[in-house]
Every structure is written in structure tokens, then in C-alpha cells.
């Protein structure tokens, strides 16, 4: 007869740290996450130690997102708070004495020289959602009005450092979380109706509106350079119009099935720029071609559409805000940084998920999944 008090094996203490993940969920991040490895092996190998640093950051993010994953979804609530506060304080000292770096003041030194804007791609959706979540079943148009003011403030300071691509992402992170509150479509329609006309004026009028000596007012000299060179590449191909070219040129040459693993010419006589960072999709495209191209795209799909399904099957009206708008943040992130590298999106410096290198946006990255694991881990629990 086996002893009443026999000692738990290894795997029985460890398993239930595990139960309730997501696999779906994990399959995506494991197989968008190999396929970042792979790329940053071939594009980077002769490039120092990119491929070592990208598997460490990779690894530190996939720790990230299990711990965070243990974090139940009402915990994530009690942190929106502090961590808004706490990000709003930092883009003020980045304001009043942060460190500038390239023309761009984005950083402050606490010790450690961060920046706090990562931050608030995490702190904005979080906050929102929190927001929403205490008004459910009274929301008023007031409401709305709040939840836009609390969206401007750190955007305004981010978009002051200056820094349009992460401005354009923590404000597309909160902006989805008010879209699923349920903002109304004429509220929705009318702006969207405006920029679209905007930017057909735009096309049409491009030789007046980006002559040398106009003005756009509302940009800054290199914003508006940045928009009339996606209008016009050619203007300036050897110099402001350079990486959008080699980018579609790399992604072109690649043709339908690439040329081959680590035999991209573009890529590795350094035609490419930021070949291992913002435009590591041109240096993919060229050596996986169109069928690679299409199978990553089809992993980001699968990995936003997961995302959207616990959205749905969320429990609360917080964590269906939070999933959905964490969900879509993924699929901004791709979506500009593939649109930008082949020139259809102005370049705003955006990584790709799981591809590009940079530890702080691996970092985001592993705690934003993380907590879209937190919310599975809650749904999947209770049912059992």
C-alpha cells in the first residue's frame, strides 16, 4: 500500500504553473518566434553578435510573458493606475531633462537610461480598459470625452520628443480599447471620411504640397520629408529616398520562392539599411520571396485571430477591452512595418514582432502577450 503522504514528483509541482495556457496561443508565439530566430540568423551572421543578442532577448521575453501570464487578469487591473501614473511622470522628466540622442529626446537616466514611451504602450490599454471597466453599463458620451483626454496626454509628450511612430502606436493601443466600448460609427465614420479625402488631395497635389519652400505647419520638416518621399521615392534615390527603394527592390528580387536561405544579395552586399531592425522584412522577402511571405502573414493572422477569440470569450468586459486592443496592437505593428518597407507607409520606425532586433520592444512585446496569456489562463480555469 502506497504511503498517504508520498512526495509530489518534479512534473506534478511544476504542472500546474503550466495549466490553463493558451495552445493555440503558444503554438503562434513559438512558431512567429522561430521564424524571427531563423531570419535574424541568416541577415545577421555576419553582422557581430545580432543573432546571440536577438536569441537572448527572445528568451528574456518568453520569461517575461510566463510570469506575467501567472498575473490574474483583476491584478492586471489594480497596476493600470500606478503604471499610468507612473509613465506620465517619466515623458514629463523626458521633457524637462531627458537625454537626447539624434536630434530626438527620448530618454531619461534613472540610474539606467530607459525610455518611457515603451512604457506606455503597455500603461495605455491598460488604463482605458480600467476606465471602461468602472463605467460599464452607464457609460455617457462624458465618458468618452475622459477616456480621450487620458490618450492625449502621453501622446502629446511622445509626439514633443519627437517620435511619430510610437505616438501612432500608444495612440492606436487606445484607440481600440474606446472602439470596443463601443464608440458609436458616427463618431467613428466622420474622421475617417476626412483623412481618407486628405490623403487622395494629398496624392494629387504632391508637387505643390512638398515643394521646398512649404510649409506644413503641423509637421516637422523631417515628418513632412518622410511623406513626400513615400509619394515620390525617385526625387532623392541616393539619398532620402534610398532605404525605400532598396527595400521594394530587395523584396522584389526575391520573386516567388526567394533565394534561398542566407543568399540574399541585397541583403548581405548591404544595399539594405537596418537590415536587422526596421527593415528586416526587405531582407526576408528577398530570400523566402513571395510563398515565405505569405506564411509569415499567415502566422501573424493565426496569432490575431487566437488573440481576438479570447477577446470574445473573455470574462470580463476589462479583459475582453484589454485582449482586443493588446491583439491589435500586434497586428499595427506588422502591419506598418511591412506597409513602410514596401513603400506604402511613410518610414516611422516601427520593428516588426518577433523579427526585428531590440530588447526594450521584445521586452513589450513578451508582457503584452503575457497578459493576452493571463486572460486565456482566467477564461480557460474557470471552465474547468
Known amino acids: 500500500m502506497a504511503a498517504v503522504f508520498d512526495k509530489p514528483t518534479l512534473l506534478q509541482r511544476v504542472a500546474p504553473v503550466f495549466q490553463g495556457f493558451d495552445g493555440p496561443l503558444t503554438l503562434a508565439i513559438l512558431l512567429l518566434g522561430g521564424l ?13 553578435t545580432r543573432f546571440v543578442s536577438h536569441s537572448r532577448n527572445m528568451l528574456l521575453a518568453l520569461g517575461v510573458l510566463f510570469v506575467v501570464a501567472q498575473v490574474p487578469p483583476q491584478r492586471l ?44 504602450k503597455i500603461a495605455m490599454p491598460l488604463m482605458l480598459a480600467w476606465w471602461f471597466q468602472r463605467r460599464e453599463g452607464q457609460l455617457k458620451p462624458l465618458d468618452f470625452g475622459v ?25 492606436a493601443s487606445g484607440l481600440f480599447v474606446i472602439f ?9 465614420l466622420p474622421p475617417v471620411l476626412i483623412a481618407g479625402v486628405g490623403i487622395v488631395i494629398l ?6 504640397w512638398c515643394a521646398p519652400d512649404v510649409d506644413w505647419k503641423v509637421l516637422r520638416e523631417y515628418q513632412r520629408q518622410r511623406v513626400c518621399t513615400l509619394l515620390d521615392p525617385y526625387k532623392d534615390p541616393l539619398g532620402k ?19 534561398g536561405f542566407m543568399q540574399g544579395t541585397q541583403t548581405h552586399l548591404e544595399f539594405i539599411p537596418e537590415r536587422t531592425t526596421d527593415f528586416i522584412y526587405a531582407a526576408f522577402s528577398e530570400e523566402f520571396g513571395l510563398m515565405g511571405t505569405l506564411g509569415l502573414m499567415l502566422a501573424f493572422i493565426f496569432l490575431v485571430v487566437r488573440g481576438l477569440m479570447i477577446a470574445l470569450e473573455a470574462p470580463t468586459f476589462f479583459s475582453r477591452l484589454l485582449a482586443g486592443a493588446l491583439t491589435l496592437n500586434i497586428f499595427v505593428y506588422a502591419f506598418v512595418n511591412m506597409g513602410m518597407v514596401s513603400g ?10 518577433f523579427v526585428s532586433y531590440g530588447g526594450t520592444a521584445m521586452v513589450t512585446l513578451g508582457i503584452g502577450l503575457g497578459m493576452l496569456m493571463s486572460i486565456a489562463k482566467s477564461k480557460r480555469l474557470m471552465q474547468s
Open 203 to 208: 496624392i494629387l497635389m504632391e508637387p505643390q
Open 147 to 171: 477616456a480621450a483626454l487620458l490618450l492625449a496626454v502621453p501622446a502629446a509628450f511622445i509626439l514633443k520628443q519627437p517620435d511619430l511612430g510610437t505616438t501612432l502606436l500608444v495612440v
Open 36 to 48: 524571427g530566430l531563423m531570419t535574424m540568423y541568416s541577415v545577421g551572421f555576419d553582422h557581430g
Open 344 to 353: 506604402i507607409l511613410p518610414v516611422v520606425g516601427v520593428p516588426l514582432p
Open 180 to 188: 470596443f466600448a463601443g464608440l458609436s460609427w458616427k463618431l467613428i
Open 77 to 120: 487591473m489594480s497596476l493600470a493606475v500606478p503604471l499610468y501614473v507612473v509613465g506620465v511622470a517619466l515623458l514629463l522628466a523626458v521633457f524637462l531633462f531627458g537625454i537626447e540622442k539624434k536630434g530626438a529626446q527620448r530618454w531619461v537616466n534613472l540610474g539606467v537610461v530607459i525610455q518611457p514611451s515603451e512604457l506606455m
Open 241 to 259: 529616398g534610398f532605404h525605400i527603394i532598396q527595400g521594394m527592390i530587395a523584396i522584389g528580387s526575391g520573386g516567388v520562392w526567394g533565394k
